[in-house]
């Protein structure tokens, strides 16, 4: 009888002890480090360390039960050429999932639609090979270019979307567009340069694309 009490104390404190494992290393399963590769609009530009893109998603993330690290791999300035120029550098192990964030300085310098899709081809057939899920953000093309450029530069991104069979979401400004309602409301989630957006701007932006962002982390 003794003995077999000292059994099933034994047992149960197995099972304890093994649940304490699984449990373990579910938590670590949920960890995840994120790259956000792109360019003002992801780096933050002219807003403090905590209010910009990457810090916000974090937190937001966070918020929604994932233990995420977001890196911030934006570059003011940079084009798809420059985003496809350091990407080997900017990749490490460490990285579970990959946000691509380019194409807005290749349309402001109204840069050739079939360069922007070769450059955004390369990075995408790198993150291919490593097996990384990916989310390619796009952003609307201009209209001061004519409605070939626009059409090239929209559908560009749709058809590297299918190519690469990656998730896309359309538009980086969806969530500010969506909130203002028009030009002259958007105006109150800019900063004074009319182009980048401000706290505020970046937490509705953040709110729209932070659930396209868990359906694509493994």
């Not at 002890?17 to 290393?25: D, E, P």
């Not at 194409?103 to 490593?130: H, K």
């Amino acid at each position: 009888m003794l003995i077999s009490n000292g059994y099933g104390v034994l047992t149960r404190l197995l099972k304890c002890l093994a649940a304490m494992v699984l449990l373990t290393g579910t938590a670590r399963a949920e960890a995840v480090t994120i790259l956000a590769l792109g360019d003002s609009l992801t780096a933050g530009y002219g807003l403090p360390q905590g209010d910009g893109f990457v810090p916000q998603l974090e937190t937001w993330l966070n918020e929604n039960s994932v233990d995420a690290t977001v890196v911030n791999g934006g570059v003011s300035g940079d084009t798809t050429a420059g985003g496809a120029a350091r990407l080997g550098w900017v990749l490490n192990s460490d990285v579970d999932a990959v946000l691509v964030a380019l194409g807005a300085n290749d349309m402001l310098r109204g840069i050739d639609p079939q360069e922007t899709y070769s450059n955004l081809d390369s990075i995408l057939s790198e993150l291919s090979a490593r097996a990384l899920p990916t989310l390619l953000i796009g952003i609307p093309g201009p209209a001061n270019f004519g409605q070939d450029y626009k059409t090239a530069f929209d559908q560009g991104f749709e058809k590297l979307a299918t190519v690469h069979d990656v998730a896309l979401y359309p538009s980086f400004l969806t969530g500010l567009t969506d909130a203002a309602g028009s030009a002259n409301g958007a105006l109150r989630y800019l900063q004074p340069d009319g182009l980048h957006p401000n706290a505020e701007g970046v937490s509705l932006i953040v709110q729209a694309i932070g659930p396209a962002v868990l359906e694509i982390l493994p």
